[in-house]
């Protein structure tokens, strides 16, 4: 098989086995694996989220080179953003969910995901399923900006528990940790119930109910097609169940397709 040129990961840094699989899916992939870290301040709506955003730059730098990245890119704030003052204006399938809950977001990651795209030139860029909006705002940027960049999206790495690996994780007790692996329980439990026919509304009820009663505060459990992020009443094979909920303080956000076994 013929290999891509160049593959880019783009990061925020603090990574863990979901960032490196990326890195070495890409590594598989491509001839030269370019990985970003950098913490975007624009997709930051609320300032202590971004105070608080863990930052661990020599082990990740150690973590890349063993996974076979060739270029680390870490730009300033004020080189990706002192350079003129156009931006990026997300597109519909950014106005529900996250768009929702954090206003501004998928603006602050549309602009640098360009920004981004624009310094490492034509490439396949790699993303993770575990963001399932994000890669659908990604998506419509790159093809309503004509932008040279392919897209592969990588399947969600997970604790053994199921928990989904995100950065945000160190900042859970281990009571939280365990607490919040029951995000990944109800969705398993909830596509379960969908596959076998129960009505969507009510599996999402029940779904909700049991977050609460694990201690979250749940700020959305729906059901989407991943393209148009649109609700769905009714499965078919691509409908994703989504998730967002808060734990000891720490919001978590982790989805499952429907077609889950
Ligand atoms: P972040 O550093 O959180 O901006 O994430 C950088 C990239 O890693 C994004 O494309 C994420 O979707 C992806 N990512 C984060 N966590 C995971 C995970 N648990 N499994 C797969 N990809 C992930």
């Excluded at 890349?64 to 990245?69: I, P, W």
């Excluded at 749940?218 to 992020?229: C, F, G, K, N, S």
């Amino acid at each position: 098989m013929e290999k891509d040129d160049v593959g880019f990961v783009p990061t925020m840094g603090a990574l863990h086995e979901g960032h490196l699989t990326l890195v070495r899916t890409a590594a598989t992939e491509c001839e030269t694996v370019v990985v970003s870290i950098f913490v975007n301040p624009t997709q930051f709506n609320d300032p202590s989220d971004l105070d608080a955003y863990p930052r661990t730059l020599d082990a990740d730098l150690g973590a890349l080179k063993a996974s076979g990245c060739n270029v680390v890119f870490l730009p300033s704030v004020e080189e990706m953003y002192g350079h003129g003052s156009a931006r990026v204006m997300a597109g519909s399938v950014a106005a529900r969910w996250e768009g929702e809950h954090r206003p501004g977001h998928f603006d602050g990651v549309a602009t640098v995901v360009a920004k981004l795209f624009g310094a490492v030139g034509p490439c396949t860029a790699y993303f993770g399923l575990k963001d399932l909006q994000q890669c659908a705002v990604v998506r419509d940027m790159a093809t309503s900006l004509l932008l040279p960049v392919g897209l592969r999206l990588v399947p969600t790495v997970r604790e053994p528990s199921g928990l989904a690996m995100s950065s945000r994780n160190v900042r859970l007790s281990e009571d939280g940790r365990s607490k919040a692996a029951g995000m990944f329980r109800t969705l398993l439990s909830s596509v379960r119930k969908i596959q076998i026919g129960e009505p969507v509304g009510s599996v999402l009820v029940q779904g909700s109910e049991s977050l609460r009663a694990l201690g979250f505060e749940v700020e959305y459990l729906a059901m989407v097609d991943p393209v148009t992020m649109e609700p769905r009443e009714t499965a078919d094979p691509t409908s994703h169940v989504i998730v967002a909920a808060k734990i000891e303080g720490v919001r978590l956000i982790d989805n499952l397709p429907v077609s889950a076994s």
